[in-house]
């Protein structure tokens, strides 16, 4: 796989056809069909005696799956990324021997340790991409060698077959939940029957699995479903065919040769399958959302208001791990609609007062927005609960509404037919309908008369104030949480789960006991000014005490204006005189007085008020720019802070510092000197730098001059359909003090998570084909700042779930490789790519939370503290790295992975130097708890979301000139903008 042996001719092409692809299900030579890679089959096979029964229709043989089927295509072909064109590769041929097995014929290529190219798995299909990630050096030795317990707990699994089915029900079901009752009913009826004793996992789609073969190459099933409307109501029975087709079997051998390291790539599909095992009973029990589960029996659910309410729940995976796969639990909680009357929802979402008369138009819209998709059921039919999904609100009242009952046309009103037709009465005639059902035929059913379904999860955006109580809510102290994942363990049950035992799987009881390593903190370089010159920080904090910035700024020409009518002139005056004094014990040089008096104006005028301050400046200034605007802002701004970001630093080109009312009346020293750190970076300036940066002792950066990337994806929140991602790019300018970061920012297509301008080329009519992109500019910035060409790139990437490693690499260090050779042709640094992550669920505990060398004042974990044995993976480079001090709740590590390495570095070389740069972080003298690239480029992505249109932000919609993908593009920073850490 990638490889930068530029000169080489060779093709990388990795084969994996599936079972069901290259061979048909029946075949007389079946026992012949085995992974080349396995152990030799001693297990007698039971298919020949099947091999007369009727084969499934062929209509379906050889067609592509639909969507949730299997891929038709498992193969890939892939090529190093590099900045050369792409040549195809020369297909293999396919060619079935006479043992039955397939093989694939390629004329020329091995792999450096005399492997063929041709890597061919009959059976699950495995992952053949993970064997291209940098694999593990070794591991790390540095630093304080302790314990820690790790919230996984370790299955062990028989070495035996599995098998896999291919399901298909016919009419199509959409819902997971109704194909689950379907193959439930399935196993009821024919269990000791056609399914020979057998308990099946079933994936609520297209996959059925076993842990020994079914009595059947090919079946069909009828199956009638009862659909109770009521205990007395009517009842509707619905009759559906479901067939079940062999598709392949795999011996969980190679999965245990995978977990020992003996084998380079895992069968995903196997891993899957003991997922889906794990998780049969719990989706029984409990509401399954993604991989969590949650109910209101687990912990009584605590209101968040406006009608939603939190649900306790866990979440649950299984993971190849160097101990052996290992079940992850770790505790979760999520937002859930009240099982409320919709009358009472309302009441809640609006207010009681408001149920008394008439709905405005902006109540009825905000109504329309929550309560659609939802489920209701009737509660004015007695014991009948029929539901429904709420497609809309009936712009008129109920009052107002008719509907025709027959084909002349005879019109009746709703009020009449609910009169008529259950002896009710509406009450709330004042009040829209809901509209459930079918759109084109209208079906309106009162609020009064509906009731909210229980365990529905609730997906649109939260407020603020319910995201702070969903956070107290999931706010555990460490023993705490510990606790409560063992009790989860406990009261799963998994030694009596029926699925586990039927596939043989035991779950071990037990938190996992794994080696650690506290590594030491650096030692910070500060100005020869202060009285305190460097400064090793004690358990992830320091302070500015008796410390100068290294590298303070000055700052001569500055404003400040109020858009809150709170503060006086005489109050803000004072709090600027406190700030530019705190600036100056902090190391810089701040002017005590502003261009211009400060300036009030209105919040609704903010563009008028900020051009007309910009531009007084600037009569003032004779030429000269201003450099820096405090901004005093109300506590309640709503969209007032964003607008003011936009303008400034796509439009005015102004550095700004906002500080909030709050603040202003009662100062803090801390406050203070926090924001004193934010504007002295926002300046150009650093505030503190590693001091073996200065000696030249990091290794592998300090050496040759050295480019630290971070880069991160932001997408918009649920219920935004339309909206762009947010990409952001940032790179250290200086080396080698590696401290300060410009950054990039763009605008790209919904939901894409790859970063599509880190290199793009475009035709100039005068110019021709001109390069550019993210990475490019930034690699030019850093020659300008050093006076030299970066030799080394480090890429810490934000944001990729595993699935999309592969191709996040592959793309991306693609665009890193061209946008260098765009610069010269043969300028190819050697690159290192990690991937971080912070939305995983492994939690590391202290071995003993009494001990109080052990732990912080949080009781989490000390800071520095590094895993990369036994819960880590078997066989690439990767670890995880808690390298803050836990303030509140029970601290997550950031996972790091290592999935590409020409740098060489060692375990304790990448480890080390993750760790240092995290307390390097410009805005605070704390340890933070990502790696600062990383973390900037963030606050960028997360900044830039400001820089669209007010419009746009609200339904993804606005004027601005389109790019060629489709996407709006974002206003450009200003070029003093974008040289600074502006997002600080």
């Known amino acids: 796989m990638p490889t930068r042996q530029k000169e080489s001719s060779e093709q990388h092409i990795v084969i994996k056809p ?28 039971h298919m020949a005696k099947f091999q007369n029964q009727n084969s499934p229709p062929s209509r379906n043989r050889g067609r592509r799956r639909g969507r949730g089927g299997r891929k038709s295509d498992q193969s890939d072909a892939f090529m190093p990324p590099s900045s050369k064109p ?12 006479p043992n039955g097995v397939v093989e694939a014929v390629i004329q020329s290529g091995v792999f450096d340790d005399g492997r063929s190219l041709c890597e061919l798995n009959v059976g699950f299909a495995t992952s053949s991409k993970s064997s291209n990630f940098a694999k593990r050096p070794g591991y790390g030795q540095l630093g304080t060698k302790c314990i820690v317990k790790a919230n996984h707990f370790l299955a062990e699994l028989p070495n035996k077959y599995l098998h896999q089915y291919d399901v298909t029900i016919t009419p199509e079901v959409p819902s997971k939940t109704a194909n689950r009752s379907i193959i439930a009913e399935l196993v009821k009826l024919y269990k000791e029957s056609d399914l020979g004793m057998r ?94 589960f949650f109910s209101p029996d687990i912990r009584k659910p605590q209101r968040l208001g406006d009608g939603l309410e939190a649900w306790s729940g866990f979440y649950q995976s299984i993971r190849p ?33 408001v149920l008394m008369r008439p709905l405005s138009d902006a109540n009825r819209i905000k109504i329309k927005k929550a309560l659609r998709g939802v489920k209701v059921e009737v509660t004015h039919r007695g014991s009948v609960r029929r539901k429904y999904r709420v497609s809309g609100l009936t712009s008129q009242p109920t009052r107002e509404l008719v509907f025709p009952v027959d084909d002349k046309l005879t019109m009746k009103s709703v009020i009449d037919y609910f009169q008529e037709m259950y002896g009710y009465t509406i009450q709330y005639i004042h009040l829209p309908c809901l509209q459930v059902g079918n759109q084109k035929k209208a079906n309106y059913l009162p609020m009064e008369a509906c009731k909210i379904v229980e365990g529905q999860r609730y997906t649109k955006r939260l407020s603020e104030k319910q995201i702070t109580s969903l956070l107290k809510m999931t706010c555990q102290r460490p023993r705490d949480r510990e606790n409560d994942i063992l009790q989860t363990v406990q009261h799963n049950s998994y030694d009596q789960d029926p699925y586990a035992k039927e596939f043989g799987i035991n779950i071990s009881q037990n938190l996992a006991y794994v080696d650690a390593r506290v590594l030491p903190a650096p030692w910070l370089k500060y100005h020869e000014a202060g009285k305190e010159k460097d400064c090793l920080p004690q358990v992830g904090q320091w302070n500015m005490v008796n410390k100068k910035m290294i590298n303070g700024m000055i700052v001569s020409r500055w404003a400040c204006i109020s858009f809150s009518r709170n503060v006086q002139e005489s109050v803000a005056r004072g709090f600027c005189n406190e700030l530019g004094q705190m600036c100056q014990v902090s190391g810089m040089e701040f002017y005590p007085e502003p261009v211009i008096p400060i300036y009030s104006a209105k919040p609704d005028q903010v563009e008028k008020a900020l051009k007309h301050l910009y531009h007084a400046c600037s009569t003032k200034l004779k030429g000269k720019e201003l450099e820096l605007l405090l901004v005093i802002l109300p506590d309640n701004n709503g969209s007032l802070y964003g607008d003011i970001k936009r303008i400034c630093e796509t439009d005015l080109g102004l550095i700004s510092q906002c500080c909030l009312t709050k603040h202003v ?94 290199y793009k080329t475009w035709h100039d009519p005068v110019r021709g084909t001109v390069s550019g992109g993210m990475i490019r500019d930034l690699l030019i910035s850093f020659r300008k700042e050093t006076g030299q060409k970066p ?42 790519f990690i991937v971080v992550q912070k939305r995983h ?65 060692t375990a304790d070389g990448i480890q080390s130097l993750t760790n240092n740069l995290c307390y390097t972080y410009a805005r605070c003298t704390r340890s933070v708890s990502v790696v600062p690239p990383a973390y900037y480029a963030h606050l960028a992505a997360f900044r830039a979301r400001f820089y669209m249109e007010p419009d746009m932000q609200e339904n993804g919609k606005g004027t601005r000139a389109m790019v060629d993908s489709g996407v709006r593009q974002l206003p450009a920073l200003k070029e003093n903008v974008k040289r600074v850490m502006f997002y600080c």
């Open 199 to 292: 308990l099946p996992a079933y994936d609520g789609r297209r996959s059925l699995y076993t842990a020994g073969e079914l009595p059947f190459v090919w079946k069909e099933f009828t199956i009638k479903l009862v659909e109770e409307e009521g205990v007395s109501g009517p009842k509707r029975q619905r009759q559906y065919k479901v067939a079940i087709k062999f598709v392949a079997r795999a011996n969980l051998h190679h999965l245990s040769q995978f977990l020992a390291g003996k084998r380079p790539d895992g069968p995903k599909e196997a891993i899957k399958v003991i997922d889906i095992v794990l998780r049969e009973m719990s989706a029984r029990r409990y509401c399954p959302v993604g991989k969590s």
């Open 321 to 353: 791990t160097q101990m052996g796969l290992s079940l992850n639990i770790d505790m979760a909680s999520a937002a859930f609609i009240e099982a409320l009357p919709v009358i009472e929802f309302v009441a809640q979402l609006l207010g009681k007062d």
């Open 18 to 45: 599936q079972l069901q692809n290259t061979l048909a299900p029946i075949q007389k030579n079946h026992k012949n069909v085995v992974n080349l890679k396995s152990p030799p089959n001693h297990e007698p096979s």
């Open 86 to 97: 792409c040549t195809a590769a020369s297909k293999p041929d396919l060619v079935v021997v």
């Open 841 to 905: 669920h492994t939690r590391l505990f202290a071995n003993n939370h009494k001990d109080r060398s052990s732990t912080d004042k949080s009781g989490n974990i000390l800071p520095g503290t590094v895993v990369d044995t036994k819960i880590c993976h078997p066989t690439e480079f990767d670890f995880y790295l808690c390298s803050h001090a836990g303030i509140q709740g029970t601290s997550r590590p950031a996972h790091y992975h290592v999935l590409w390495d020409e740098n060489k570095f």
């Open 791 to 832: 030799q080394r790139i480090i890429f810490y990437r934000d944001g990729v779930s595993e699935g999309q490693f592969y191709q996040i690499l592959l793309f991306e260090l693609d665009a890193i490789r061209k946008a260098c050779a765009s610069l010269e042709p043969n300028y190819q640094p050697p690159v290192t």
């Open 665 to 758: 009346f009662k100062i803090n020293k801390q406050y203070l000197a926090n924001v004193s750190l934010k504007i002295n970076v926002k300046m150009g300036g650093r505030n503190t730098v590693l001091l073996d940066a200065l000696s030249c002792r990091i290794p592998l950066v300090s050496d040759i001059p050295t480019i630290i990337f971070g880069a991160d994806v932001t997408h918009p929140e649920n219920g935004e359909e339309s909206s762009p991602s947010i990409a952001a790019v940032v790179a250290s300018q200086d080396w080698p003090e590696v401290t300060k970061y410009a950054g990039l920012v763009c605008a790209q297509a919904h939901r894409q998570e790859l970063i599509q301008d880190l």
